[in-house]
């Protein structure tokens, strides 16, 4: 899996945007404290407290506030993201990207409510930029220059392979972009669905799932 797409995808439909800090290239170092920053600003200028409490009850309870978000959010975000490239970039398997992730991180500064809701700009994804071959052994998706490592688990290692497309099997219920993986024996990639299609998740969806439909969320849309 890929560490910021992965985290990006969160931040940015869950909670990226508005907040302060971001001006410039941020360095691998700060990002945690700089993304948490960013993350819970826009969380409590979008959400209700009722849709912070069900999208981020599982974080020790929901947040009281912004203080209380970045302190939560901030160690979790180092954790995931800064050490674990470090990691990476120590042992010649990707590269980071400081002003990659300025821009990221200013472009969701300014994001309204409403884009808060869509996937985050491309920008973001070219934060990092893998190293590894096809072929050769990975640990997250990040490492490869395919952007896609199969078979990769927490105790196990992975191959760098091309991303599965429309039509092929997905072993790691991974597609790429504008696709989903759906379920079966075995499991197929297929085109995302347009809004009044149905649907049983938001991977399915080009926009998300709602109330078994795809359409437009309207949650932390600000409203």
């Known amino acids: 899996m890929k560490r910021f797409s992965l985290l990006l995808a969160t931040f940015f439909t869950l909670g ?6 971001s001006d410039g290239p941020v360095p691998l170092d700060q990002v945690g404290s700089k993304f948490a920053t960013v993350t819970c600003a826009k969380i409590f200028e979008c959400c209700t407290p009722a849709e912070i409490m069900e ?38 398997k990707l590269t980071y990207n400081a002003d990659k992730a300025g821009e990221c991180l200013s472009l969701a500064e300014s994001a309204s409510c409403a884009e808060y809701n869509s996937d985050g700009p491309n920008v973001c994804d070219q934060i990092t930029t893998g190293l590894v071959a096809a072929d050769a052994e990975c640990s997250d998706d990040e490492e490869c220059a395919s952007g896609y490592c199969e078979g990769d688990g927490d105790q196990s290692a992975g191959l760098c392979k091309t991303m599965p497309g429309v039509g092929d099997t997905c072993p790691d219920f991974e597609c790429s972009n504008g696709n989903y993986c759906e379920f079966g024996s075995p499991s197929i ?3 995302q669905k347009a809004d009044g299609q149905p649907c049983g998740s938001d991977e399915e969806c080009i926009n998300s799932c709602e109330n078994d439909m795809c359409g437009v969320s309207t949650s932390c849309d600000g409203l």
């Open 55 to 92: 999208e981020y009850g599982f974080f020790g309870g929901g947040f009281t506030d912004e203080q209380d978000c970045v302190a939560k959010f901030a160690p979790f975000i180092t954790q995931e993201l800064q050490d674990e490239t470090q990691a990476a970039i120590d042992a010649g």
């Open 189 to 191: 990639c297929a085109a």
């Open 16 to 21: 990226c945007g508005g907040g302060s800090g």
